[in-house]
């Protein structure tokens, strides 16, 4: 449960908003739009209030702008680290909006693609479009997700008027002075009639907008696989993507672990940990929970007490 907060709480993270915004060339609707809150809190805000005339601005507000830029009320055990794989996707990412490239990011499991992807939707709020596909999304559920980051809310029964409206809002947005950008993220989990959607979308925005794949190697055997079979609409799928493909380099894993691990000051369980884990995410799942025990508890954080920790 969250506890109350106070003035010196709220104090810093305001701060820390006012230098998010700066560092971003972000207005106050833009954080708005990005924190999920209302534009007049943001001003309030801005100017050390915590008020909107005689309301009281609650706390869920400031715990959602918190999150938004990235900024902890509580002690943070799990710091950001501009590692390299980091660095490739956000650069991939950055160069597609300003460009208007289209790209399939490939990257291995657990090493920081939706995490990347997120921070960089947070800090390129304004026309930056990002649908996380799942198993179960289908290819009406990817083109309402759409609209709805578009704002737009008369959408059409048909896919291929709602495919039309999605166009026109990005063709204006563009028109207008805007960078627009598409984000499907785990987009190995894309079936057929999704990824020939996204072909008639890719020709109705391809001078408009750019339409970024990020996914694991999963997704290049699933086109592979449906080249292969000769599936209609696929070749020439691929050939509005393929210039676009870019593959993170893979690096040994103890060396993508390392910047995690410099608060880790017992060699043994850094070696215990490096054999544990097979990638970042898994790394975060372990030693995160770990660190906030071991300061909780005022115990130093060994090997001895992580493993008694996880009963291994």
């Keep these: 449960m969250c506890y109350e907060l106070d003035k010196k709480d709220i104090k810093p993270m305001i701060d820390a908003l006012r230098e998010f915004g700066i560092a971003n060339g972000l207005p106050q609707e833009s954080l708005a739009e990005g924190a999920g809150v209302n534009v007049s809190y943001i001003n309030a805000m801005l100017n050390n209030r915590t008020y909107v005339g005689s309301t009281k601005i609650a706390d869920v507000?400031?715990?959602?702008?918190?999150?938004?830029?990235g900024y902890k009320f509580d002690k943070v055990y799990w710091k950001h680290r501009d590692i390299d794989e980091?660095?490739?996707?956000?650069?991939?990412?950055?160069?597609?909006?300003?460009?208007?490239?289209?790209k399939i990011i490939i990257n291995t499991s657990g090493f920081g693609k939706t995490y990347t992807s997120d921070r960089f939707k947070k800090e390129n709020v304004r026309f930056t479009y990002r649908v996380t596909v799942s198993s179960l999304h289908r290819l009406q559920d990817i083109l309402e997700e759409l609209a709805d980051a578009l704002?737009?809310?008369?959408?059409?029964?048909?896919?291929?008027?709602r495919l039309k409206q999605i166009a026109s809002k990005l063709r204006t947005i563009k028109l207008s002075g805007g960078k627009p950008i598409i984000i499907l993220d785990e987009s190995e989990n894309l079936k057929l009639p999704s990824l020939k959607m996204l072909k008639a979308l890719y020709?109705?925005?391809?001078?408009?907008?750019?339409?970024?794949?990020?996914g694991t190697e999963d997704l290049i055997r699933l086109l592979d696989k449906l080249l292969e079979n000769k599936e209609t609409g696929m070749p020439q799928f691929y050939r509005r993507w393929k210039s676009g493909i870019y593959i993170v380099k893979s690096r040994e894993k103890d060396e993508v672990f390392a910047?995690?691990?410099?608060d880790v000051h017992d060699s043994d369980l850094r070696d215990l940990l490096c054999s544990l884990c097979d990638n970042i995410g898994e790394l975060h799942d372990y030693l995160e929970p770990a660190m906030r025990a071991a300061d909780e508890m005022g115990e130093e954080l060994t090997e001895s007490f992580f493993r008694s920790l996880y009963n291994l």
């Excluded at 507000?61 to 918190?66: E, P």
């Excluded at 980091?86 to 289209?102: C, F």
Aim: charge should be neutral; aromatic fraction near 12%; hydrophobic fraction near 45%.
């Design 61 to 69: 507000h400031f715990r959602k702008v918190a999150e938004y830029i």
């Design 86 to 102: 980091y660095v490739e996707v956000y650069t991939q990412l950055a160069d597609a909006k300003a460009k208007g490239n289209m």
């Design 151 to 161: 704002g737009i809310t008369n959408l059409k029964k048909s896919q291929v008027a």
């Design 203 to 214: 020709d109705a925005i391809c001078e408009y907008c750019p339409i970024i794949l990020i």
């Design 259 to 262: 910047p995690f691990l410099e």
